[in-house]
């Protein structure tokens, strides 16, 4: 065999190896989804939040409900009194019980792990409830979108209500961070800021780089850091907790990030709504997209089991999902942007 014959030969050998890789990769990223089909596909699931039970909480909009799914599949789904109440945002409050939003009716709704639910009535009308988180204080916290304030309940359901500094802001996703302080955003075009709020209700403002970022999800890292989703800017920001801003751009164009949670490696995991992908962050700020199963349809919320495991909702075809990252994962926290 010629030098020549035997190079074309490693060559084919090389190809048909590498495609047979390739091949085997993208069945083993595959299986690592899951799909859970709720019994009506038209119910909505929105947001949804790892609860102390171990289970996973997620509110169904458009169905009225508030739906609980266990690490191996199996849901419970319990009815808000409230009709039409529009069940939102969730979050798990540090009383042990499960906090949401109820859009449409302007009440703050509370659900315990057996599923009974109350309710508390906003004090300022049509409000606009958005966003909800646990705060340091004990007391559950929550975004009114359409009064410009931000909302603090306690356990017994008394509210305080603190105004926005800049008028028409827009406040929409919150978190808490680890500085002990509630981190919002804050939606307004003409704004376009990240905020935090003290316990005491000091508000402070933080503008963006990008322009009419359209912010959706913020989620606090274990590097002190936040997170949040860029809808219209088609980045990935990050916050630390004296204001310094970085972004990382998605790589599909028009993806809409939707969504952000903390893998238990340090990874950050994102929702792409329109890209319908699901994206990861490494410690060097390089962003990887795995798209989802065909039949998943539109994701919308996600969050990070206690086992590690990532779910995410399926708004519009009723469907929970779920990815198990690969075992030999390792990261570490963000080393880059650490400063």
């Known amino acids: 065999m010629t030098s020549r014959n035997a190079l074309a030969a490693l060559m084919v050998l090389f ?25 009506d596909r038209a119910s909505g699931p929105t947001f949804i939040v790892a609860g102390p039970d171990g289970a996973l909480w997620f509110t169904e909009q458009f169905a009225n409900r508030i739906g609980r799914i266990t690490l191996d599949g199996r849901v419970s789904e319990y009815a808000v009194p409230t009709p039409a109440s529009g069940p939102y945002s969730i979050a798990a409050g540090a009383d042990g019980d499960l906090w949401f939003v109820e859009a449409a009716a302007n009440r703050i709704g509370r659900i315990s792990p057996s599923g009974a639910i109350r309710e508390f009535a906003v004090p300022t009308p049509d409000s606009r409830l958005i966003g909800i988180t646990s705060g340091a204080d004990g007391a559950v916290w929550f975004t009114e979108n359409g009064a410009n304030k931000i909302g603090r309940i306690d356990r017994d359901g008394r509210i305080t209500e603190f105004a926005i500094p800049t008028p028409d802001a827009r406040p929409r996703m919150m978190a808490l961070g680890r500085d002990g302080n509630v981190w919002f955003t804050e939606e307004a075009p003409a704004v376009n800021r990240v905020a935090r709020i003290t316990p005491a209700g000091q508000v402070t403002e933080f503008d963006m780089p990008t322009p009419n970022a359209s912010f959706g999800c913020i989620v ?38 939707r969504c952000v949670t903390q893998g238990q490696d340090g990874t950050i995991y994102m929702i792409e709504g329109y890209g319908r992908k699901l994206a990861t ?9 795995i798209p989802l199963p065909a039949d998943f349809g539109q994701p919308y919320g996600i969050t990070t089991a206690a086992d590690g495991t ?30």
């Open 15 to 39: 190809v048909a190896i590498a495609g047979g890789l390739l091949l085997n990769a993208r069945p083993a990223a595959e299986e690592r989804f899951t799909q859970f089909a709720l019994l």
């Open 220 to 257: 606090a890292a274990r590097d002190g850091a936040l997170w949040f989703a860029e809808e219209l800017g088609n980045k990935v920001g990050r916050i630390t907790t004296d204001g310094r801003v970085s972004e990382v751009a998605v790589p599909t164009p028009h993806s809409l990030p």
């Open 281 to 289: 962050i490494d410690a060097r700020g390089q962003i990887a997209e």
């Open 310 to 339: 990532i779910w995410f909702t399926g708004q519009r075809n009723g469907k929970i999902g779920r990815f198990r990252p690969e075992p030999q994962r390792t990261r570490r926290v963000f080393r880059r942007f650490s400063a």
